[in-house]
Nanobody
Framework: HVQLVESGGGSVQAGGSLILSCEAS????????MGWFRQAPGKECEGVAS????????TYADSVKGRFTISRHKAKNAVYLEIKSLKPEGTAMYYC????????????????WGRGTQVTVS
């Protein structure tokens, strides 16, 4: 199975920005999508963004539209999540995951998952 490794998390002040990276151990095929999810302490996992590798089609959760941007770099087998205007409620563990053949924020459609990168907003 492909292995996913997230990086780029950290502690930032409200209003700040971060770019999260997700690197795959092998090629991510054009017919698949990748997603970013987050889970805050005591809360359910929330899908925030998904991208179809082939043509770059994206979808976002309403709560992050206009502030989060998902992108991919095919040659590097990588997916990124640019986060702007961070809010304290954005404090969470952020995960990337490999999905099926359509963009969706349904976590049940994704496997495998990375171990996550922590984002803390103060």
């Amino acid at each position: 199975h492909v292995q996913l490794v997230e990086s780029g998390g950290g502690s930032v002040q409200a209003g700040g920005s971060l770019i999260l990276s997700c690197e795959a151990s092998e090629r991510i095929y054009d017919g698949n999508c990748m997603g970013w999810f987050r889970q805050a302490p005591g809360k359910e996992c929330e899908g925030v963004a998904s991208i179809y590798i082939g043509d770059g089609t994206t979808t976002y959760a309403d709560s992050v539209k206009g502030r989060f941007t998902i992108s991919r770099h095919k040659a590097k087998n990588a997916v990124y999540l640019e986060i702007k205007s961070l809010k304290p409620e954005g404090t969470a563990m952020y995960y990337c995951a490999a999905g099926g053949s359509w963009v969706t924020l349904d976590s049940k459609e994704y496997k495998p998952w990375g171990r996550g990168t922590q984002v803390t907003v103060s």
